[in-house]
C-alpha cells in the first residue's frame, strides 16, 4: 500500500472511531461537531454561516442541527446587535457544561501521552492536509483570531487586542479562538 494510500485510511478510520464516540449524550456527531465549533469560535465566527462553511455542511443540516441543539437548551439564537438580519448563536450553560464532557476527551488524553515532537508532527500534517483539501475545494480556511495579520496586540483602539479588519475590540479569550475572517500572517 502507497504511503498517501496508507496516511488516508488510517485516518478514515481514527475518523470512524471519532464519529462512533460522536453519539454520546444522545446527540448525533453533526451536532457535537456543532458544539465543538461554538465552543471555539470567536464572537465573529458564531454563525449559522460561519458553522456552515467550518463544517462543511448544507444550509439545511445546518439548520435541522441547529433547531435540535436549540429545543435540547444547548445553543441559543439571537439577533445580532448591529445587522438586525443577522443572528449570533450562542451555547447555553447546559451546552458549555456538554462540551467539558466531551466524549472525545479521551482521544486527547491518549494524544497528550505522545512525545511533544510526535504531537507536533501529527499536528502539522494534519494542518498541511486539511488546507491543501480546503484551498482545492475553494473553502475558507479558518485560523486562530491571534495568528491573523489584522490581529493588533496590545493596540490602543482595543480592548486589550484590536482586529484592523473588522475594527473590533478583541478580548484576549477572544483572541485564542477560531475565527471565519483569519487570515495568516
Not at 72 to 91: A, C, I
Request: aromatic share 4%; hydrophobic share 30%.
Amino acid at each position: 500500500m502507497s504511503k498517501p494510500r496508507q496516511f488516508i485510511s488510517l485516518l478514515s478510520r481514527l475518523s470512524r472511531l471519532i464519529n462512533h464516540d460522536g453519539h454520546a449524550g444522545g446527540l448525533k456527531p453533526a451536532q457535537w461537531d456543532a458544539l465543538r465549533y461554538l465552543d471555539q469560535a470567536n464572537c465573529f465566527s458564531r454563525n449559522p454561516s460561519a458553522l456552515t462553511s467550518y463544517l462543511g455542511a448544507t444550509k439545511g443540516t445546518i439548520s435541522q442541527t441547529l433547531m435540535s441543539l436549540e429545543k435540547k437548551g444547548l445553543v441559543v439564537k439571537t439577533q445580532h446587535p448591529q445587522d438586525k438580519r443577522s443572528v449570533t448563536l450562542e451555547l447555553t450553560g447546559k451546552g458549555e457544561n456538554l462540551v467539558q464532557e466531551d466524549a472525545l476527551q479521551p482521544f486527547q488524553e491518549v494524544l497528550t501521552t505522545l512525545p511533544v515532537d510526535d504531537q507536533n508532527n501529527i499536528r502539522n500534517a494534519l494542518e498541511k492536509l486539511l488546507l491543501v483539501k480546503l484551498r482545492s475545494d475553494g473553502n475558507k480556511p479558518f485560523g486562530i483570531c491571534n495568528t491573523c495579520r489584522h490581529f493588533r496586540k496590545s493596540s490602543p483602539l482595543g480592548a486589550p487586542n484590536f482586529c484592523d479588519l473588522l475594527k473590533e475590540p478583541l478580548s484576549h479569550t477572544e483572541s485564542d479562538k477560531i475565527c471565519v475572517e483569519q487570515t495568516p500572517t
